[in-house]
């Protein structure tokens, strides 16, 4: 009963915080929206960034203080505000983000990852996330590409162009590159080669290689794992989980992987598949020491 209670309190926050933070955030986007000047626009994209830097630390510090601190990060190496970054990231629960979130909150540039078309409808964060310059991908089954073969590449397109955003001050983009949130039942299905993760998807990492190669040149491989039980976000606001784990390593991306053409470059996809694939294996190395 007391949990619920403090999953109740911890949820009035959240929701009080989210209308206050995006509503001020909604009005700086309009100025955004009607000034088409890219300085002005480059400001104003700052503030919109501090605005949502300031409402992770709100929801980050409550969460803390009706719970305790449950987020123990084992390590972490020197990190800037002023470099670019890509972090790699295994995916289990839909509160990854949060603890994510709480983790690099102004230790490194704001956390940028990829969102589903869809999830621009979702009250209030969805035109967050629009002003803040997520990218939105589209995705297209093989039918519709089969009906409409030149839709072929545009979801590619897309990433392409939210990434030239990123351009203009350091930004962090984050990608689960299984592609979606791990379960036992999903790892038989695919008969992935790890025992904790499902098998890497390296489109998504290998257009932001290419796109922003000039900036991004450091990779973070993050591990998050949750001891017992991975949480549900209803359990995550009321605390009901023993711990989350978080461990960060730094890397340097080859260079051989920068301002590649992922499109129509067989040679580079088949490099980085290559690359990722030895994360993968020391990911899943550590996932092991955590749960056995």
Not at 17 to 29: D, E, I, P, Q
Not at 57 to 72: D, E, F, L, P
Request: aromatic share 14%; with cysteine.
């Amino acid at each position: 009963m007391i949990q619920q209670i403090k999953g109740l309190l911890a949820t009035t926050v959240f929701v009080t915080n989210t209308v206050v933070m995006v509503s001020v955030l909604l009005l700086f986007a309009v100025f955004k929206l009607l000034l088409p000047v890219t300085t002005i626009r480059v400001v104003v994209s700052k503030i919109l960034v501090w605005i949502a830097e300031s409402w992770i630390q709100v929801n980050s510090t409550a969460h803390r203080w009706i719970h305790g601190n449950k987020i123990i990060v084992d390590e972490m190496p020197k990190l800037s505000k002023d470099q670019w970054y890509l972090v790699v990231a295994n995916h289990q629960s839909t509160v990854d983000i949060p603890v994510l979130q709480a983790v690099f909150n102004k230790k490194i540039p704001f956390l940028k990852f990829f969102l589903k078309q869809e999830l621009i409808w979702v009250p209030f964060l969805g035109l967050a996330w629009w002003a803040l310059d997520f990218p939105f991908m589209k995705r297209y089954s093989r039918e519709t590409l089969a009906k409409k073969p030149h839709l072929k590449g545009k979801d590619m397109e897309q990433t392409q162009k939210s990434c030239e955003k990123f351009k203009y001050f350091p930004t962090t983009v984050i990608n689960f590159v299984e592609g979606t949130r791990f379960t036992q039942i999903k790892q038989q299905q695919q008969n992935s080669p790890y025992q904790y993760l499902l098998k890497p998807k390296a489109g998504g990492i290998g257009f932001v290689m290419g796109a922003m190669g000039s900036q991004m040149r450091t990779l973070l491989l993050v591990t998050v794992a949750y001891p017992q039980r991975v949480p549900t976000v209803w359990q995550y606001l009321c605390g009901n989980f023993k711990a989350a784990h978080v461990r960060c390593e730094k890397t340097v991306i080859p260079e051989a992987l920068l301002n590649k053409n992922y499109q129509n470059d067989d040679n580079f996809k088949r490099e980085l598949f290559k690359w990722c694939e030895d994360l993968w294996y020391k990911q899943d190395g550590r996932l092991k020491s955590y749960y056995e």
